[in-house]
T-cell receptor, first 114, second 115 residues
């Protein structure tokens, strides 16, 4: 059973706000939600992490509802350079959960068009 | 440099050869991770070190894969008797602490092609 579920791909246009939702029905009490971005031929890059409600940094916002069974990464005013694969990770490896919290899954391929 | 450094960036091996991939984490980072990423797939966890201790090797696909971090800094991933299915990008990541909070810093990876 997959720990997280994301859309395989999404399209949008420059200047738009993009929201990518990740489902994680089996999230545990100690689990954090972390998003990474990966460009071709590069390693993933951390975007944002949260536990509940809303987290915002200079590049994105992360919305987490009260039941924490899903989360939404929001990218404001995207540009062509935001075309990448986005991964949602859920877990807390250091509470005996093994490496589940470091499972990337297939990610969402976001394509931004002019 | 200030980031995670991996070498070689590209490696071509004949089936049956042994290979060694090196990772230089960010100085002072306690945690180190190895991932395998096949073409078109997400990174798959291989193993985790906290300083020199290998705390989790549950992702290593077979006993041909071996990782070490003897002094708690540089790490080497060794693959013995390489097979074609070992062809992938091998990513190394490090993090400052030992908890789940905080970010992993990834290197650019070592692309292994087994002929």
């Amino acid at each position: 059973l997959a720990k997280t579920t994301q859309p395989i791909s999404m399209d949008s246009y420059e200047g738009q706000e993009v929201n990518i939702t990740c489902s994680h029905n089996n999230i545990a009490t100690n689990d954090y939600i972390t998003w990474y971005q990966q460009f071709p031929s590069q390693g993933p890059r951390f975007i944002i992490q949260g536990y509940k409600t809303k987290v915002t940094n200079e590049v994105a916002s992360l919305f987490i509802p009260a039941d924490r069974k899903s989360s939404t990464l929001s990218l404001p005013r995207v540009s062509l350079s935001d075309t990448a694969v986005y991964y949602c990770l859920v877990g807390d490896m250091y509470s005996g959960g093994g490496a589940d919290g470091l499972t990337f899954g297939k990610g969402t391929h976001l394509i931004i068009q002019p | 440099g200030a980031g995670v450094s991996q070498s070689p960036r590209y490696k071509v091996a004949k089936r049956g050869q042994d290979v060694a991939l090196r990772c230089d984490p960010i100085s002072g980072h306690v945690s180190l991770f190895w991932y395998q990423q096949a073409l078109g797939q997400g990174p798959e966890f291989l193993t985790y070190f906290q300083n020199e201790a290998q705390l989790d090797k549950s992702g290593l696909p077979s006993d041909r894969f071996f990782a070490e971090r003897p002094e708690g800094s540089v790490s080497t991933l060794k693959i013995q008797r390489t097979q074609q299915e070992d062809s992938a990008v091998y990513l190394c990541a490090s993090s400052l602490g030992t908890g789940m909070t905080g970010e992993l810093f990834f290197g650019e990876g070592s692309r292994l092609t087994v002929l």
